[in-house]
């Protein structure tokens, strides 16, 4: 474990993490504060969720012309929200990762756009389906993993059951299960990266929902 890749959160990691970064070539900084972040928000603990959301706005307050880490920070944030519950907030700030995505297409793409569909489906914000679609085809080309094209072809089976077009419903939740229980990637090397190892019940509910 770095210094930059703590999952606590002391007086001691604090005071560490900050003279470290003030040592730190200043175009790395916004780089060592996105995975101290995202170090944090993975152990799911309020208090650390905080502290990691202080980091992400340091980032972009600090930072705010590094191309290279923005679309990530807003996406963390998204799930930072996302975590405590608050959808409005979360889906606000997956949407400006995503529209940063759409001005900056030289940027690192992030699951940004996958987060903010999985969202929509799960709060039911039915208006919002047709804009959905639209994403996921929009960015369908760009995904290689399985347990991506598992999400998002269990989300078009959910929005094409929701539009009684129950031919391309079956026809996406056969795509998601042909994709949910793959026992490869397909890559050569690295054969388990990307598949599914947890599925997701509420949304396999919504799929074989007839």
């Known amino acids: 474990m770095t210094w930059y890749t703590k999952n606590t959160w002391t007086k001691e990691d604090e005071e560490e993490f900050y003279i470290r970064l003030k040592r730190s070539r200043e175009y790395n900084r916004p780089q060592y504060l996105k995975t101290q972040a995202f170090a944090l928000i993975e152990t799911k603990k309020s208090k650390l969720l905080d502290v990691a959301e202080s980091l992400i706005n340091q980032l972009l307050k600090e930072y705010?012309?590094?191309?290279f880490n923005k679309s990530s920070a807003l996406n963390f944030l998204g799930d930072i929200y996302q975590q405590r519950g608050d959808y409005?907030?979360?889906l606000k700030h997956y949407r400006e990762?995503?529209?940063f995505e759409n001005v900056n297409p030289n940027s690192p793409q992030t699951s940004s756009f996958l987060?903010?569909?999985e969202l929509i489906i799960k709060t039911q914000q039915t208006d919002k389906y047709p804009n959905v679609e639209n994403l996921l085809?929009?960015?369908?080309?760009s995904v290689i993993l399985p347990v991506q094209k598992y999400k998002i072809a269990s989300i078009l089976s959910v929005i094409y059951q929701t539009n009684n077009n129950q031919e391309l419903a079956q026809?996406?939740?056969e795509i998601a299960e042909k994709n949910a229980t793959a026992e490869t990637s397909g890559f050569r090397y690295h054969k388990d990266?990307?598949?599914?190892k947890q599925r997701l019940?509420?949304?396999d509910k919504l799929v074989k929902r007839k």
Do not use: K, Q
């Open 64 to 67: 705010p012309n590094d191309i």
């Open 88 to 90: 409005h907030t979360a």
């Open 97 to 99: 990762s995503i529209n």
């Open 115 to 117: 987060s903010y569909s």
């Open 137 to 141: 085809f929009d960015r369908m080309d």
């Open 171 to 173: 026809h996406y939740a």
């Open 193 to 196: 990266v990307g598949v599914v």
């Open 201 to 203: 019940n509420w949304l």
